[in-house]
């Protein structure tokens, strides 16, 4: 019997190109969670920015009454207890909106976006797991255009789990190393080897 909904999560290290091979399974047909974005508007809620204030103190709201994640990026990322409040301060919100998004779905594959995807266990509600490889110095190229330095990089992939354990919990690897042709090559053969499963 053929599942109405497959929902398939996107993992891989930082700057591996896990949005672009999300945009590659929208544009064949594939609706996308963006778990970012979600991030976004919990950031958003007024309730949540006045807890980051008593976590993080007064420079992470803007003078737009934003929130400055250039400024909670760093607070954040200094140790373990920092990334683990504000986890446990927006990721419940992340992930009931996620599950409300995957209801509205009736049919077809639902790409799961989500940068902690397996350290959240979100990889859990996923019927398959794609991982984004690319070589590391791909990757600082790649994070380098978003004015991240080569520490910065290991710095945040420290806190996230390892790729090894991302690529053994993964069913299909995407090699994504620049040819955005070839990218789009795999990822039409992976959805065609999931249809022929599913």
Not at 157 to 169: D, G, M, N, V
Not at 183 to 191: D, N, R, S
């Amino acid at each position: 019997m053929r599942k109405k909904i497959i929902i398939i999560g996107i993992s891989g290290g930082i700057g591996s190109g896990k949005s672009t091979v999300a945009r590659l399974f929208k544009k064949a047909g594939a609706k996308i969670i963006d778990a970012d974005k979600i991030g976004h508007a919990v950031l958003s809620l007024r309730g949540i920015q006045k807890k980051l204030v008593s976590c993080f103190g007064k420079g992470v709201i803007s003078k737009s009454n934003r929130v400055n994640r250039q400024y909670l990026g760093r607070q954040c990322f200094l140790d373990k207890k920092n990334i683990a409040n504000l986890n446990n301060l927006v990721h419940p919100l992340i992930r009931k909106e996620i599950k409300k998004q995957i209801k509205a779905y009736k049919k077809g594959m639902v790409i799961l976006d989500a940068a902690l995807l397996m350290e959240k266990g979100l990889y859990k509600i996923c019927d398959y797991l794609v991982f984004v490889d690319a070589p590391y110095k791909t990757r600082l190229k790649r994070v380098v255009m978003r004015n991240w330095s080569k520490s910065e990089l290991a710095r945040r992939e420290k806190f996230q789990a390892s790729l090894s354990t991302k690529r053994k919990k993964s069913g299909f690897i995407i090699y994504n190393q620049g040819d955005l042709n070839n990218t789009k090559q795999q990822v039409l053969q992976i959805i065609k080897q999931i249809s022929e499963r599913s």
